[in-house]
């Protein structure tokens, strides 16, 4: 029924997460009708992308196209001895918002799910071994999200670095500041009990 251009773009926009098929109708249409000046500087924007950027060979988290490590790997007031072990590099970007913490980062590009036939080859975990193994780390952040694969992945982390002798710990979990005890689920309430600390 429709044009193939336009079907091609509905095609390839329903592929990114949290697009469905009507969502991709209306950016595709959006884009048809739009300026030039949009559509150039979308397409211009995602060859950029593919050009420009590339993963630093130490952490694996991104950076600019022609530099091997990134900013934070050669930044040399950085604390090497601990590293914070995440899923993707948009959570490096959280924490960094954050300001807090001053150490490295591993990121693994997803998490262990043998539904969806991803495992430990499929990730950066080899290379996070390598780097502990190397010497220099004591401890090791595991900052994987609270979800069922995040918590499959932060337990087999830990049995692969235990016998290395690098300190395991886990982010805190718990309620989020400002929220009520009655919308809690029984998961977060569980966890926030069982982790509560001295005032």
Sequence with gaps: MLPSPIQNLIFALERLPGVGPKTASRLAFYLLRAGEEISSELAEALTELKTKVV???????????????????????????????????????????????????????????????IGPGDLKIAALMERVRSGGV??????????????????????????LGVQVTRLARGLPV??????????????????????
């Design 138 to 163: 004591g401890e090791v952040i595991l900052a994987t999200n609270p979800s069922v694969e995040g918590d499959a992945t932060a337990m087999y982390l830990q049995r692969q670095l235990q016998p």
């Design 55 to 117: 993963f630093c060979q130490v952490c694996f988290n991104i950076t600019s196209a022609g530099r091997e490590c990134c900013e934070i790997c050669e930044h040399p007031q950085r604390d090497g001895s601990v590293i914070c072990v995440v899923e993707e590099p948009l959570d490096v970007v959280a924490l960094e918002r954050v300001g807090a913490y001053q150490g490295k980062y591993h990121v693994l590009h997803g998490l262990l799910s043998p539904i969806e036939g």
């Design 178 to 199: 400002g929220g009520d005890l009655e919308y809690a689920d029984q998961n977060t309430l569980l966890r926030a009990l069982t982790g509560r600390q001295e005032m």
